[in-house]
């Protein structure tokens, strides 16, 4: 590596608040149109190293050490100067663009005026490069969009719009904070494909920071992972992933739930041994895939341990540990055959110039001060590369039993939940002292959904299909509008004030955000004991019943004192599991349990889940945007799209063979933690957003963003536009799906 070729180094850098440290001595070097990725855990601090290097610290923050962008140094700098590096040298993507964005202009005013604070042109032409910058990262319509308002956009519109605006000045560095969370699996691929785009037209280098290791694989030439504050390991990327070398790396790869339903893409001496135990275990009863969660949680940033951060939730820690916090330093080579192919950017099938296409990068260590080296803090790095150390040769892997056998087949048989044709229209109004109705969301328009004694039915769909209104309508026990639902075979349409309080026992919600659902003046003995009071428990039984459920969720009977503020995300949502099994239910509703917490803390929870299944015999009804979780833990899965249901079906069937358009570009959009499988797979990029769901259309409302129907002639359109598609299967299995012109298409 020359000098020439580097555009911003890095040393010691450090941030205090205080003297609490937020970022503990980061070094790396970023040369031309190279991708940086940097992973850990929240609190880790990635994005707090992403801000310190623009100065954008919060206040409060102290940052020391060196930023140096093409020798010029950053870190100290004055405002004047920093403010012609920011948004012309160096370009931020921040994680929220609706906050990025100023609410009372427009977003092409906007763009305009970050050409005109670094480049000496006419209104007219930063108006006209707004309107070429919103066209180039995929804006429909750019010039009337440049005039709208950032509140008229969707979210991943925003996000492009804030890309566009990066791009604005031909940056040498951009630095993307976390672009694509909370968004919807198909917008996040245009976000990708939008940054790609941006990092192509100006060559740039960039710095990219998530939580998603699947993005990082598809998207980084290096990777580095950081843990309390510093990094703990960096390498290319293929050697990365293939062969890490720190402990805590190959816990976050254990940790993550794969798409294509494979074991963490690191080669483990337990493989063998697991696979086993995932076999079958019984005619009927499968054992569950089971996930390597990493023990405990991160150190508080003002009360780190002596000696390895790690070493407390590290197993293979010993005393040396605990003596002295190990360097960053070299650990063997990279073999070229740790990575299945020696160079797989060069290797894979991506065509010259497309978006995916990236510059070659060998993985060699022959320099120890090259970026290409492969580093580890840690004093057994050298003996995990020796003996190939796996997640599970490292973690201990939880035994989860086969699903439990109900008492008697007829029971087991018989349906916990139907749904059909179910539908809910909310009513729109205008107008505040005299309100007149002007029209109606079709929130849920034709659901179907079955779950069986002991099953997990996945509900998928983008951010707006209806998921959560067809949860609130099952939960509520009411006569549905249209459609019908059935609880333990009773309609909810017929039901008395007995048998509803009946039902609702039968019944329980895990909430999305555990915080948000447990209150915090109650101690965790109450919040658990709610539901039992709720049904005239009496209060010995509630005494008795409280240290069996938290030592049910993993927890301890001494912590039924405690307040929910003094538990991590992770436990907080164990409460609200116990606090739904109070009552014995047969049906969980579970609502995005998972999407708050760290993939580390998740394999945890999805593991509990699986094993209170299997001992109980509970049903789930699962809730998710993340497929790879779906995939992990559901046995069937239902696709939903503006209130309906496209597809539905075993997990197996669906996710290897689709047939509905809609559910191959969902599964198309959903990263891969592999890096040589995520750059070859071929993406199916939807055009815009999802249509009002305040209009009822005749016909398939996938058609304006479907890729089949672009392609169809002119009858067969002419189906799609006036007639609406059942749900029919295909004859071999009960995989069914809701298009006219169904076509299976493998995407994994």
């Known amino acids: 590596m020359t000098a020439q070729n580097t555009v911003l180094e890095v040393r010691g850098l450090r941030v205090r608040f205080?003297?609490?440290?937020?970022?503990?001595?980061?070094?790396?070097?970023?040369?031309?149109?190279?991708v940086l990725g940097i992973v850990g855990e929240s609190g880790s601090g990635k994005s707090m190293t992403a801000l310190a290097l623009l100065g954008l610290l919060p206040d409060g923050a102290r940052a020391e050490g060196s930023v140096r962008l093409d020798g010029t140094e950053l870190l100290g700098a004055s405002e004047s100067l920093l403010n012609t590096v920011r948004g012309n040298r160096i370009a931020m993507v921040f994680q929220d663009p609706l906050s990025a964005f100023t609410p009372?202009?427009?977003?092409?005013?906007?763009?305009?005026?970050?050409?005109?604070?670094?480049?000496?042109?006419?209104?007219?032409?930063?108006?006209?490069?707004?309107?070429?910058?919103?066209?180039?990262?995929?804006?429909?319509?750019p010039r009337l969009r440049a005039a709208a308002f950032p509140h008229e956009f969707s979210g991943g519109m925003r996000q492009r719009a804030m890309i566009a605006m990066a791009m604005a000045n031909d940056p040498d560095v951009i630095l993307a904070d976390e672009p694509t969370t909370a968004?919807?699996?198909?917008?996040?691929?245009?976000?990708?494909?939008?940054?790609?785009?941006?990092?192509?037209?100006?060559?740039?280098?960039?710095?990219?920071?998530?939580?998603d290791l699947g993005v990082i694989a598809g998207s980084a030439d290096r990777v580095a992972v950081m843990?309390?504050?510093?990094?703990?390991?960096?390498?290319?990327?293929?050697?990365l992933f293939a062969r890490p070398r720190m402990p805590y790396t190959l816990g976050l790869l254990g940790a993550v739930p794969r798409l294509d339903g494979a074991a963490p893409s690191v080669p483990s001496s337990a493989d063998a041994s697991s696979a086993g135990e995932d076999g079958a275990g019984g005619a009927g009863s499968p054992r569950p895939s089971v996930l390597v969660p990493i023990p405990g949680a991160p150190p508080a940033a003002d009360a780190l341990p002596a000696g390895c951060p790690f070493a407390p939730r590290c197993p293979l820690a010993e005393p040396a540990c605990r003596d002295a916090e190990p360097e960053l330093l070299p650990v063997g080579r990279s073999p070229r055959s740790a990575a299945p192919a020696p160079d797989?950017?060069?290797?894979?099938?991506?065509?010259?110039?497309?978006?995916?296409?990236?510059?070659?990068?060998?993985?060699?260590?022959?320099?120890?001060?090259?970026?290409?080296?492969?580093?580890?803090?840690?004093?057994?790095?050298?003996?995990?590369?020796?003996r190939g150390l796996g997640p599970a040769d490292v973690f201990p892997v939880p035994s989860i039993p086969p699903r439990a056998a109900g008492p008697d087949a007829p029971d087991d048989a018989s349906p916990v939940l139907r749904v059909r044709a179910l539908t809910k229209t909310f009513p729109l109004f205008k107008g505040t002292v005299f309100k007149r109705r002007t029209g109606s969301v079709y929130a849920v328009d034709g659901v179907d959904l079955d779950i069986g004694r002991g099953e997990t039915l996945g509900l998928v769909g983008e951010s707006g299909s209806g998921k959560s209104t067809t949860l609130f309508e099952i939960l509520g026990l009411r006569p549905p509008q249209s459609g019908s639902v059935e609880v333990l075979g009773r309609s909810t349409a017929q039901l008395t004030k007995q048998q509803m309080r009946q039902l609702r026992s039968q019944m329980q919600i895990v909430f999305q955000d555990p915080m948000a659902s447990l209150d915090p003046r109650m101690p965790v003995a109450d919040l658990v004991a709610e539901p039992l009071r709720a049904l005239g428990a009496d209060r010995a039984a509630v005494r008795r019943r409280i240290p069996e459920l938290l030592g049910l969720v993993g927890l301890e009977a001494a912590h039924a004192h405690r307040f929910p503020h003094e538990f991590s995300g992770g436990q907080r949502q164990r409460i609200g599991i116990a606090r739904a099994l109070a009552v014995d239910p047969r049906l969980l509703v579970l609502d995005e349990p998972v999407s708050a917490l760290d993939v580390s803390i998740q394999a945890g929870v999805l593991n509990l889940l699986q094993q209170l299944k299997a001992e109980l015999?509970?049903?789930?009804?699962?809730?998710?945007?993340?497929?790879?979780v779906v995939r992990h833990i559901a046995d069937r899965v239902s696709v939903m799209y503006m209130g309906r249901t496209v597809e539905a079906g075993t997990v197996e069937d669906v996710f290897a063979r689709p047939r509905h358009p809609y559910t191959q570009a969902l599964l198309s959009a959903v990263p891969l933690p592999d890096p040589p499988r995520e750059r070859a797979r071929e993406r199916i990029l939807l055009a815009g957003d999802p249509p009002s769901p305040t209009q009822r259309d005749p016909g398939c409302r996938f058609r304006g963003r479907c890729p089949v129907f672009a392609a169809l002639g002119a009858s067969d359109r002419t189906r799609c536009e006036r007639e609406r598609p059942a749900?029919?299967?295909?004859?071999?299995?009960?995989?069914v799906a809701a298009c006219h012109f169904p076509q299976v298409r493998a995407v994994l």
């Open 727 to 735: 749900l029919l299967g295909d004859g071999a299995t009960d995989q």
């Open 227 to 239: 843990y309390a504050g510093r990094m703990v390991e960096t390498a290319p990327v293929d050697a």
């Open 617 to 628: 015999g509970l049903a789930y009804l699962f809730v998710s945007h993340d497929l790879s």
């Open 104 to 141: 009372v202009y427009r977003i092409g005013d906007q763009i305009a005026e970050a050409v005109r604070a670094h480049q000496d042109v006419s209104k007219e032409k930063a108006a006209e490069r707004a309107v070429e910058l919103l066209d180039l990262v995929g804006i429909p319509e």
């Open 344 to 386: 797989s950017r060069t290797a894979a099938p991506v065509p010259a110039g497309s978006p995916e296409a990236k510059p070659a990068s060998a993985v060699t260590a022959a320099d120890p001060a090259s970026p290409e080296t492969h580093r580890a803090a840690c004093i057994r790095a050298e003996e995990i590369l020796r």
């Open 183 to 211: 968004l919807d699996v198909t917008i996040q691929a245009q976000v990708l494909a939008a940054l790609r785009t941006a990092q192509q037209a100006t060559g740039a280098a960039m710095v990219l920071v998530s939580h």
């Open 18 to 34: 205080g003297a609490t440290p937020a970022v503990r001595g980061v070094d790396f070097t970023l040369r031309r149109g190279e």
